[in-house]
Structures are given as C-alpha cells and as structure tokens.
T-cell receptor
Framework: DQQVKQNSPSLSVQEGRISILNCDYT??????FLWYKKYPAEGPTFLIS???IKDKNEDGRFTVFLNKSAKHLSLHIVPSQPGDSAVYFC??????????WGLGTSLAVNP | DTEVTQTPKHLVMGMTNKKSLKCEQH?????MYWYKQKAKKPPELMFV???????INESVPSRFSPECPNSSLLNLHLHALQPEDSALYLC?????????????FGQGTRLTVV
C-alpha cells in the first residue's frame, strides 16, 4: 500500500512559468514532509521540508504547501528554470523518523 | 564540507566476486544509511547505522553485509550477488541518530552484476 502518492509521473512546464508538483499521503501519523530532487545517475538532493505544524514553507524559488485536512502537499517552483528538470520525490516521516517515499514526478522545464 | 563521498562510482562484478562499497562523511553526522535504487523508483532503505551501531536492517539478504568502522565511514560488503542486485547504491547521512530526515546523499555507486 503506497502511503505517499505522487500521481503525476511526469510534468512539462515552460521556462519562467510556475511548476506545481503534488503529493498525497494516507497516514495521519506523518508529521514531517520533505522534497528531494534527483538528477540521473546522482543521489537525491534535499530541497525543502515542512513540519505538520505549518502550512507553508518558502525557500527562494521553492515553496511547499501543506493541507493536513486533505492530506496533501505541493511544491511550487517559481519561476521554473531548465536546470530544475529532474525527478522530484516527496517523502514523509512520523515518530519512527523512517522516510516513506513517493514514486517521483519527472519535471521537464522547456526553454 | 557538506559532502557524502562514495567510491567507486561504477562497479561491475561477477556473481562469484567479493567487493566492497565505501562511503565517507565529515559532517559529524551520527546516522548513516545504505539505500538501493532501481531506475524510475524511489530509494529503498537497506540499513541504518546510528552511533556506529546497526539499528535497522530492512530484511536485506545476507549477501549484503554492512560495516561501520567509525562514525565517518560506512562500508557495504558484497558477496555472491545476483544480476537482479544491479542498481544504484546510495549512502546517506543525517545529524540525528533517530531517523533519516534531511539526509545528505552521496552520488551513488552504479553496480552491475554479470
């Protein structure tokens, strides 16, 4: 049973526009959420996180929104750049601090 | 230094070979991890070391044997692997010993078993 779901395997966006990557979760015990970015043949890179006590966290061009009642979070990238093209993984963790990963969304930002 | 360094970057080994993957970090992190990642899939946790002791083994076959010689080093010894073990093996570290939030990942070792 997939506890963290990224329902869009891929997303294509024009350079300069907003990219919105979505993630849904089923376990209400999750209290910390993270986004990782991964280029081919490289390890994932931590991007941004959010605690369940917040509904928004912003870091430069990246903003993560959390809607606990809907068990939904999203990553907004504004403006999108070609270098943002990568696979983005959503991950969640609870009391045991073990990361549960989504299957990833491949983002392509077109010049 | 915010790097996790893995060697080698690429490894091809036969099913009867014995080889080791190495991982090093100098961030003072007390938790280190081995993950396995297949193409187009998220990383799968294999082992967690917390304060140099094995704290999690995700039912990994015994042909994979982890070792943590000290707080900066983590090895993964490989023996009698199968072709289906071919994957990207990722090492990660994090500050706390209790979990793997905000882990820093290495570049990985691309392993091919022939």
């Amino acid at each position: 049973d997939q506890q963290v779901k990224q329902n869009s395997p891929s997303l294509s966006v024009q350079e300069g526009r907003i990219s919105i990557l979505n993630c849904d979760y089923t376990n209400s015990m999750f209290d910390y959420f993270l986004w990782y970015k991964k280029y081919p043949a490289e390890g994932p890179t931590f991007l941004i996180s959010i605690s369940s006590i917040k509904d928004k966290n912003e870091d430069g061009r990246f903003t993560v929104f959390l809607n606990k009642s809907a068990k939904h979070l999203s990553l907004h990238i504004v403006p999108s750049q070609p270098g943002d093209s990568a696979v983005y993984f959503c991950a969640a963790t609870g009391n045991n601090r073990k990361l549960i990963w989504g299957l990833g969304t491949s983002l392509a930002v077109n010049p | 230094d915010t790097e996790v360094t893995q060697t080698p970057k690429h490894l091809v080994m036969g099913m009867t070979n014995k080889k080791s993957l190495k991982c090093e970090q100098h961030m003072g992190h007390r938790a280190m991890y081995w993950y396995k990642q297949k193409a187009k899939k998220p990383p799968e946790l294999m082992f967690v070391y917390s304060y140099e002791k094995l704290s999690i083994n995700e039912s990994v076959p015994s042909r994979f044997s982890p070792e943590c010689p000290n707080s900066s080093l983590l090895n993964l010894h490989l023996h009698a692997l199968q072709p289906e073990d071919s994957a990207l093996y990722l090492c990660a570290s994090s500050q706390s010993g209790g979990g793997d939030t905000e882990a820093f990942f290495g570049q990985g070792t691309r392993l091919t078993v022939v």
